[in-house]
């Protein structure tokens, strides 16, 4: 019998991120691609787990399959762990990765090197139809670079400084990047409640 997954996201560059690190997990996965009826609401809970939560109840029940979710998101230390879970929108509704690097850098501009301190943050929730949940998270730590480098990403990730790595996130090849990422180790996380969710 094919085990059968829906990732609860209309996100691109999360549906290949999440679709490349579960390809060897023996799930069949779908997406919001296939189910273009399913409208996940809105997006109103204060933290990364609740939002991802909130995201995989509806995809899990709107489609009758087991769903996962993510949300995620940059923190400072310097702003208070701002932009957080109004990462995508921080410059706007518009979701324009561009002007939400360029206000970061902005609110930045005289925050000293050893004061940039970021991490990236991703919660997961794994829904039944039935309402039952499970909740992971996973973080990668780096710092905030004081001009984008790297192509091989999005939202932040030109900006994210990895120091053992010398580069920015979207400097990385998309096998290094699923090897450290936040959502990475958030999956790996997931995938023993998956592996129990077979049985």
């Not at 609401?41 to 204060?46: A, C």
């Not at 518009?94 to 690097?101: C, F, I, P, Q, T």
């Not at 780096?142 to 400097?171: E, H, V, W």
């Amino acid at each position: 019998m094919t085990k059968k997954l829906l990732l609860a996201t209309a996100n691109l560059h999360k549906q290949m991120e999440l679709q490349s690190m579960l390809k060897d997990s023996g799930w069949h996965i779908y997406t919001l691609r296939d189910f273009p009826d399913i409208e996940l609401p809105p997006e109103t809970g204060s933290t990364f787990e609740a939002n991802a939560k909130i995201k995989a109840l509806a995809a899990a029940e709107a489609g009758g399959l087991l769903a996962l979710a993510d949300d995620s998101g940059l923190m400072v230390k310097a702003l208070g762990g701002a932009p957080g879970i109004y990462s995508a929108r921080f410059a706007g509704e518009a979701k324009d990765d561009g002007l939400n690097n360029a206000k970061l850098l902005e609110l930045l501009a005289k925050t000293p090197s050893g004061e940039r301190q970021a991490a990236f943050v991703c919660s997961i929730v794994i829904a039944k139809p039935d309402g039952k949940t499970w909740a992971v998270q996973g973080s990668c730590k780096g710092t905030i670079a004081y001009i984008p480098s790297g192509k091989n990403g999005f939202g932040y990730d030109p900006l994210f400084y990895l120091p053992r790595y010398g580069c920015t996130m979207a400097q990385l090849s998309n096998e290094e990047k699923n090897k450290i990422s936040h959502r990475a180790q958030a999956l790996v996380k997931a995938l023993p409640i998956l592996r129990d969710l077979e049985a």
